[in-house]
């Protein structure tokens, strides 16, 4: 029953419905009223002037000697100026005057505003068509603390909602607001809707507009504007410092961060194993949002773009020369790589959360990004003693003086080994002991187990190199048993023959490797057998021996019966024979 006033006609209808014996409620029900007021009726505590608006007031006015005169002029002035600071106004000049009149201050100036004050900004509702806008925004999820393997995790969620059905799309990302966060994020948004819009708006991003620009030049940024291209978007912000005009993202932020947290409450930690386990958690909280807009999404996905046949670079790339220390520095960060990599020239190309090294076309090596945290701060490193400890274990000693000392110990358990080893050993042979448990827990993979046998063996005090090199001495290979082989016989080969069924003819005796040379009838022979059984043996008789004389052939002078009946000619042919 709304609330109404009561006069004596509504009364004088219920006491008659009463009197005909009609129920109350049946009585209440003709004479317009409720249950309850006709029982305070008939029982004569009716007040029928109740809810009435007074005349005049009841209690003075404690503001009446300053109001018309001070404050409402203040207010007309300026009507900026809120009820806390006209309270402090009257209290700096009227000290003790006053000290109970915030709330009627607040009160009076509140209803001051609705009557004469200037008028708000009009918020107005928007139609979305389906297809058309899409909108991305980067957020922090604040009042929670979230940590990966007990550290705190600095991390921005992006998030991209289309416009018409309210689909959704969040990851995380490791960083600032960078043109590599946004393309990532936007890529894989695209390729998880399955479509692209015609537009895509954001607020004015540093890594996609040119704030700072002057007319010239043009507002987009160039990757920024390639990636538009890319996907055939078209894009659009909105005005510099009205977020409000970029609503259909800002408020659903509100909604995504609460569920995040109250997924993270009940689960009772915000403590992840990993940031992909993290990241499972907001993908099942979004997954839920999206099945209450499956319907309108189902629609919008028929007016979505097709997605183009590749991506576009989502990365930055730099080069960088490995040193003689197996480092490379990227972006005041100093980072290890394989030493098998020394003098080599990289290109690098830096995602929000790795870096990714490439030697000629060939990926080589993968790193986590690292920023710098802490402010003065410009310069850190990222050492990881598996790219190293092949070449330290080779001298150890210099784990002793190197500045990444404390870097190379993998986490607070190492460093304390270390320290306990400093106690029991000499400076060298603990080098060598810790030198040595790194170079295992590279190679085998067993950095937990090496760890926990150091602990182990120092509690008891009795840990040595040997005992540490037999305890996790790799197996010996099996050797390999011997294995007999039947020969089959080659008989078997006849029968794949297609003319097996024709006898084979016998083969021809094989004639000898050697044969001895025939002497020709026409030609003299080169040299006479000393000895007969030698056949071998040769000796060489002079042949033109006059033709190779410097100053060429002479006359020999010699007897007639000396002299060859032949020329010359015959004894060259011989030579070049020989």
Partial sequence: ?????????????????????????????????????????????????????????????????????????????????????????????????????????????????????????????????????????????????????????????????????????????????????????????????????????????????RNMGGRRSKNLTRLYDELCDHYRLEPTRNNKGVAHENGSIESPHGHLKNRIKQAIYLRGSADFTSVGEYQALIDAQVAKLNQQCQAKYEQEKEHLQPLPK????????????????????????????????????????????????????????????????????????????????????????????????????????????WEQLKAQFDLEQAAKIIVEALYIAAVQDKEQAVAVYLQQQLRSSSLTLNRLKKQFEPPQMKQVPDLSIEQHSLELYDKLLPSCSVPAEPLPAPEPLFKKAQALPHVDPLGIYRIPSHAGKLVLCGILTSLVRNGGPKKRTSSPKTCSHRSQAPKRKKFYQL
């Fill in 310 to 417: 590749y991506r576009t670079p989502d990365y930055e790339v730099l080069t960088a020369k490995v040193s003689k220390r197996s480092t490379i520095d990227v972006r005041c960060i100093l980072y290890t790589v394989p030493s098998r990599l020394i003098g080599r020239q990289l290109e690098l190309h830096l995602y929000h959360d790795r870096i990714v090294g490439y030697l000629e076309r060939h990926p080589v090596v993968e790193l986590p990004r690292k920023r710098v945290s802490g402010k003065g701060k410009r310069r850190d490193r990222c050492i990881n003693y598996r790219h190293v400890i092949g070449s330290m274990r080779l001298k150890p000693r210099a784990f002793i003086y190197c500045t990444w000392q404390s870097d190379l110990l993998p986490n607070p358990e190492y460093r304390q080994i």
């Fill in 1 to 209: 029953m709304p609330n109404k006033r009561i006069d004596s006609y509504h009364t004088r209808v219920y006491m008659n419905g009463r009197d005909l014996g009609l129920k109350q409620a049946e009585a209440a029900y003709i004479a317009e009223i409720s249950t309850r007021t006709g029982q305070r009726i008939e029982a004569g505590t009716h007040q029928p002037n109740r809810g009435r608006l007074q005349d005049q007031r009841t209690v003075p006015d404690p503001l009446a000697d300053v109001w018309e005169d001070e404050l409402e002029p203040m207010l007309r002035r300026d009507p900026r100026l809120k009820p806390m600071t006209l309270y402090e106004y009257l209290q700096d000049k009227y000290p003790g005057q006053y000290p109970q009149v915030l709330r009627t201050l607040q009160r009076r100036v509140r209803t001051w505003k609705a009557l004469h004050g200037p008028s708000p900004e009009v918020m107005f509702e928007l139609r979305h068509e389906p297809g058309v806008q899409g909108f991305s925004d980067f957020t922090e999820l604040k009042g929670i603390t979230i940590t990966i393997a007990g550290k705190p995790f600095e991390h921005l969620i992006y998030h991209y909602r289309l416009g018409y059905s309210g689909w959704r799309y969040a990851q995380i990302i490791q960083g600032g607001e960078s043109f590599v966060a946004l393309s990532e994020g936007l890529q894989n948004a695209f390729a998880a809707c399955g479509g692209v819009p015609t537009q895509h708006r954001t607020d004015s991003l540093s890594a996609a507009y």
